[in-house]
């Protein structure tokens, strides 16, 4: 990992006005015919690392993602070391070698874009409650035309307390990459504004994925 840090004037030019109007179309609000979640308090940095072991080396996969807002850029890391502004959930992959002690970041994939979120939703299968919420990337590698178009898939579980999420697997032929996550927010509120905690309520038939509002299609139909 090399933490020199040259300094990118475009990038500390940007007016934080700016930069969070990228995402002015992903007001972090999803909802399905039968529920609605509001994931705002889920605006903040969180970071999931999975090790894979490639003897006589090993790689970490680490996520690190904003559910709602862009994440910010990473210091003393060179910009070819990190996603590009406009990304909200960034997969780095490092190469450790303990015995030389280089570490290596070998793979840098933006899983969600502000540019092309369409974020889609669906809703859990009841006993279970919860929200599975995909948020869409890029290509990667982006110069590489056969290449395939990354994206976070966060299953987001109800549950009153908040637990640290889960890396629970990284697809790479699908370039999905699943994480797991409790969370008090993934508690839907049902459509008459109720908040839904006692699992009282008969078993619906599963939602379709809807795609949330947003002017990511807009931005597809437009290419
Ligand atoms: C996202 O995760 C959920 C829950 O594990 C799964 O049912 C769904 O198929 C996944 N979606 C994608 C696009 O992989
Ligand atoms: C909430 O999380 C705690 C701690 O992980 C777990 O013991 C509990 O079963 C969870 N509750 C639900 C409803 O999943």
Redesign the pocket.
Known sequence: MRLSSPIWPCLLALDPSIAASLVASWDCKVAVPSASWDLTSLSNEKIVTHTRSSPPSEYVEEVRWNTCNELKEREGYDNADQCPAGTLACLTEINKKNKDGVDRITAVIPLAVASDLRPEVSSMQPPSKGL?L?LHGSSFPSSDPSSIRHSL?L?LLCNSSEESPKFVGFDRLRG?V?IEWSVPAACPSSKDGSHDDDGEKPPEKEDPPVPAAGGGLGWFFLM
């Open positions: 599975s995909l898939n299953t999905v699943d």
